[in-house]
């Protein structure tokens, strides 16, 4: 049954283009994901050694984002990114090095980066020190924002907050303490402060 030559065989005659579904920057179809700087895909099973050649230039186009027309030049980043799905808690954790966190899930940490987007059912809880911060859903604790706080209008955030500028939707939500940041508290708070040891 496997040995038939022509069991993959492409269609010949007119086909419609393959449709891929929309992923995020730097996701490709079959769950390929950019974390820290690699890639990593999942495999398939075997096939011809013509399909596997088409396929794989289907999956590089999709990995370099030429068919990925939605993206936001204001917040977009090139660097490491770290995807937390819509089904993932992730709970104690501290994130360091990530130039991007998507939370789509649940994500209780600790983070001190550049971007952090978190999905209109995706939730935050922890503290953050960000250069921007783009909420459509929930964030709750510490939030500083260096340079820019965007609050969608389903977004949600209360706790202490500090910005740099920040942007507010209608429907959005904004409670506790609130406080624009100028521009020396910014530098400081990008500033890593080295610790000290207690001599007891």
Same mark, same amino acid.
């Given at each position: 049954m496997f040995n038939k030559q022509n069991l993959f065989a492409k269609p010949s005659g007119p086909t419609t283009p393959e449709r891929r579904p929309n992923y995020p920057n730097n996701l490709g179809s079959r769950g390929s994901s950019v974390l820290s700087g690699t890639t990593a895909t999942s495999t398939t099973n075997s096939l011809s050694s013509e399909n596997q050649d088409a /396929?794989?230039?289907? *999956?590089? $186009?999709?990995?370099?984002?030429?068919?990925?027309? /939605?993206?936001?030049? *204001?917040? $977009?980043?090139?660097?490491?990114?770290?995807?937390?799905?819509?089904?993932?808690?992730?709970?104690?954790?501290?994130?360091?090095?990530?130039?991007?966190?998507?939370?789509?899930?649940?994500?209780?940490a600790t983070m001190d980066s550049r971007v952090i987007r978190i999905a209109e059912k995706g939730s935050f809880s922890g503290k953050v020190c960000i250069d921007v911060a783009e909420v459509h859903g929930d964030f709750d604790g510490e939030l500083t924002a260096r340079k820019q706080l965007v609050i969608h209008a389903t977004g949600k955030v209360s706790g202490v907050i500090r910005y740099g500028k920040i942007l507010i939707e209608e429907g959005g939500i904004v409670s506790g303490d609130v406080q624009s940041m100028n521009a020396e508290e910014a530098a400081r708070s990008a500033r890593v402060q080295p610790l000290v040891a207690n001599k007891a």
């Amino acid at each position: 049954m496997f040995n038939k030559q022509n069991l993959f065989a492409k269609p010949s005659g007119p086909t419609t283009p393959e449709r891929r579904p929309n992923y995020p920057n730097n996701l490709g179809s079959r769950g390929s994901s950019v974390l820290s700087g690699t890639t990593a895909t999942s495999t398939t099973n075997s096939l011809s050694s013509e399909n596997q050649d088409a /396929n794989d230039s289907s *999956e590089k $186009e999709t990995m370099t984002g030429t068919d990925n027309a /939605n993206t936001t030049p *204001e917040t $977009e980043s090139s660097g490491s990114q770290l995807i937390v799905g819509p089904d993932v808690k992730l709970k104690g954790a501290e994130i360091l090095d990530c130039d991007t966190l998507v939370v789509e899930g649940r994500v209780e940490a600790t983070m001190d980066s550049r971007v952090i987007r978190i999905a209109e059912k995706g939730s935050f809880s922890g503290k953050v020190c960000i250069d921007v911060a783009e909420v459509h859903g929930d964030f709750d604790g510490e939030l500083t924002a260096r340079k820019q706080l965007v609050i969608h209008a389903t977004g949600k955030v209360s706790g202490v907050i500090r910005y740099g500028k920040i942007l507010i939707e209608e429907g959005g939500i904004v409670s506790g303490d609130v406080q624009s940041m100028n521009a020396e508290e910014a530098a400081r708070s990008a500033r890593v402060q080295p610790l000290v040891a207690n001599k007891a």
